[in-house]
């Protein structure tokens, strides 16, 4: 009969000759117990840490932030290794990694007394806003027009020559000014897509006769100049 104690303390029901531990702690092993022929010898069990595991990255990114670095924490000297969707990534053996699409990307780390620890990360990668525009007309003086835009965007701005148009928040803006314009749609990360165009508003031309009123004798013939320095096109009516 064996009787097993961790810590001075008998570990019930355990008898046998083994004894599967789990715990650090001091270990007494007692052959025959009360008899003469008692025996007993001790063993400390201590616990040897793995590496600890802190992941420094975001589970979520945009399609503009690939290539993507992947970081971890450690508390420990290890050996390192990276693996893609369970498969092993060659040379892949510090603490970052970059990672050019979406998976699942886990590390298993490695000490000295040869404890090892692994954890994975699920990178999935948000597109941005489609934004799809209308087309953009070459506007006269006076003339406005509306832009109108599909987008899967969550929300939306405007700008003009880089500054926010105040209010400016729908799929839909009238404009009449010339200028650089931006629409810009945010995804479910507040990733911005950018969509730009330039509006030119022409000036009108400017028609000069002269004099209001000319008079003349009935039977002359006046000729009617036109001063203009745009090159324009002109049609004369009556």
């Known amino acids: 009969v064996v ?34 022929c008692e025996d007993r010898d001790t063993i400390i069990v201590e616990t040897i840490l793995a590496p600890s595991i802190d992941f420094l990255s975001d589970n979520s990114i945009c399609e503009d932030q690939l290539p993507y670095l992947l970081e971890i924490n450690t508390d420990q000297q290890a050996d390192i290794q990276w693996f893609e969707n369970g498969m092993e990534i060659s040379g892949a053996n510090s603490t970052s990694l970059e990672v050019s699409q979406a ?20 990178i999935d990668v948000v ?17 406005s027009f509306t832009m109108e835009v599909t987008s899967n965007g969550q929300r939306f701005e405007w700008l003009m020559d880089g500054e926010i148009i105040t209010g400016a928040t729908q799929l839909e803006l009238d404009i009449s000014e010339a200028g650089l314009y931006s629409f810009i749609g945010y995804n479910e990360l507040n990733c911005p897509s950018i969509s730009e165009f330039e509006v030119i508003v022409n000036p009108l031309p400017d028609a000069d006769l002269g004099e209001e009123m000319i008079m003349a004798c009935e039977g002359d013939i006046i000729t009617l100049n036109v001063a203009d320095s745009q090159g324009n096109d002109y049609l004369w009516r009556k």
């Open 103 to 122: 998976g699942i990307y886990s590390v298993e780390l490695t000490n000295a007394d040869n404890c090892t620890s692994s954890d994975e990360f699920n």
């Open 3 to 36: 009787e097993w104690y961790r810590n001075d303390i008998l570990i019930m029901n355990e008898t046998s000759t083994e004894l599967n531990v789990s715990e650090a702690g001091t270990y007494i092993a007692v052959v025959g117990p009360g008899t003469q």
């Open 127 to 143: 597109p941005l806003s489609n934004n799809q525009l209308s087309a953009v007309p070459e506007l006269c003086e006076g003339e």
